[in-house]
């Protein structure tokens, strides 16, 4: 997605942190939620408001995304390094 925007997202300019939270429901660990950091190096400031645009809607055609929203809450968020 950032790409088809012009913003590289090679090796090394982006990378995430996730974590996720595991909890009890109905006698059964499930995870209830994964929080997603997305890490971008260097990026000019002029392209982070489309960075931004673009993890708005992420979630909304990222596979992993739409394979687990029903039943876990995802929060994204990125930060510019």
Partial sequence: MLEARQIPATSGQL???VEGDIEEVDDKVVITKIRVRYHLKDIPEAQREVVQRALEVHEDHCPAALSVKR???????VEFG
């Fill in 15 to 17: 990378y995430a942190d």
């Fill in 71 to 77: 039943g876990i809450e995802i929060d994204t968020t």
